[in-house]
């Protein structure tokens, strides 16, 4: 009884999963909303089931939308499927959310990864010169439309666009893993009260005024700031990207400290929550007001700031 429930399930996921893989392909005006969604099956199925029923389900769902959808069908289905499993496999071990969060980010960036090494083996696909590509092709057009018009661009200003090319290029790395970590925390926003109203017990996330990083940071950053005095830094070297993207990676976590501590202190004093949100909104738009919140970052981890606050 117990496996032909199982059976039923998986069957009755697959079916879900490769409707909204349909429907996402030929109603492409709904795939942003759908893709969404694609990991909810495979979450549903392995939280309850045994490993063994759940990666029949996953392999059976990347063939079927192969069959169905050709190579775009399985390469959603190996992305979100493969996250949505190892999300699954964690609420069924009871991990924490952190826990979940950070195993299916990290299976989400390996199967990221591994599409585009297939697709530059097999099929001559290469994303990161497409998209450069892209980019290069709509800076050449701008400045075109702009010479049209009779309003020649500043040569300051073409060279300035052509370094921003060569930067995001450089910075592949850090879009990368920045895709697969904040399309994950989407995906855990939007699916887990779904699957907590289906029956599925999901963990929740200790408030965002809770999250500390470890002091190591501060001095990682120290040092990278310092390497990129002492190293030199050839435009497009090894070492220019390699310090180009660890310094991103270490702001942005100072700025995530910064805002956190905001929150922290806001909650402290019982301040209106508007506060702390005005403050992530300025932080967006505004680059003076982001380079005050790394700074507090800083201050927060180095000087152990939210521990003097609550001792006083």
Same mark, same amino acid.
């Given at each position: 009884m117990g496996k032909t429930r199982m059976l039923t399930e998986g069957a009755l996921m697959l079916a879900i999963f490769i409707v909204m893989i349909l429907v996402m392909i030929f109603v492409p005006i709904l795939g942003v909303i759908i893709q969404l969604f694609l990991i909810l099956p495979?979450?549903?199925y392995s939280s309850k089931h045994s490993v063994k029923y759940s990666i029949i389900l996953g392999i059976s769902a990347m063939l079927l939308s192969f069959i169905l959808g050709s190579f775009v069908g399985l390469l959603f289905a190996f992305l979100y499927g493969t996250t949505g499993l190892m999300m699954g496999y964690c609420i069924k071990r009871k991990e924490s959310k952190r826990t979940?969060?950070?195993?299916?980010?990290?299976?989400?960036?390996?199967?990221?990864? =591994?599409?585009?090494?297939?697709?530059?083996?097999?099929?001559n696909l290469n994303f990161l010169t497409e998209y450069q590509r892209i980019f290069q092709t709509s800076i050449d057009q701008y400045i075109e439309a702009l010479k049209t018009l009779g309003q020649s661009p500043p040569l300051e200003l073409q060279e300035q666009l052509r370094e921003m090319v060569q930067i995001l290029s450089l910075m592949a790395p850090t879009l990368m893993v920045g895709t697969a970590f904040i399309n994950v925390i989407v995906i855990i926003v939007v699916n887990f009260p779904i699957a907590k109203r289906l029956g599925v017990e999901v963990p929740k996330f200790s408030p965002f005024r809770?999250?500390?990083?470890?002091?190591?940071?501060? $001095?990682i950053y120290l040092l990278v700031?310092?390497?990129?005095?002492?190293?030199?830094?050839?435009?497009?070297?090894? $070492?220019?990207?390699?310090? =180009?993207?660890?310094?991103?990676? =270490?702001?942005?976590?100072?700025?995530?400290?910064?805002?956190?501590?905001?929150?922290?202190? *806001?909650?402290?004093?019982? $301040?209106?929550? *508007?506060?702390?949100?005005?403050?992530?909104?300025?932080?967006?738009?505004l680059p003076f007001f982001l380079s005050i919140v790394r700074v507090l970052g800083i201050i927060d981890i180095g000087f152990n700031l939210r521990q003097r606050l609550s001792q006083s």
């Open positions: 495979f979450l549903l979940i969060y950070l195993a299916s980010s990290v299976v989400f960036l390996f199967s990221l990864v =591994l599409i585009f090494v297939i697709s530059a083996l097999f099929f809770n999250l500390n990083f470890p002091k190591s940071i501060v $001095w700031i310092l390497l990129s005095f002492i190293v030199n830094n050839d435009s497009g070297s090894f $070492w220019q990207m390699a310090i =180009l993207n660890a310094s991103f990676i =270490l702001q942005s976590l100072l700025v995530i400290q910064g805002l956190s501590f905001i929150f922290y202190f *806001a909650h402290l004093k019982k $301040w209106s929550k *508007a506060i702390p949100i005005i403050a992530v909104v300025l932080t967006l738009f």
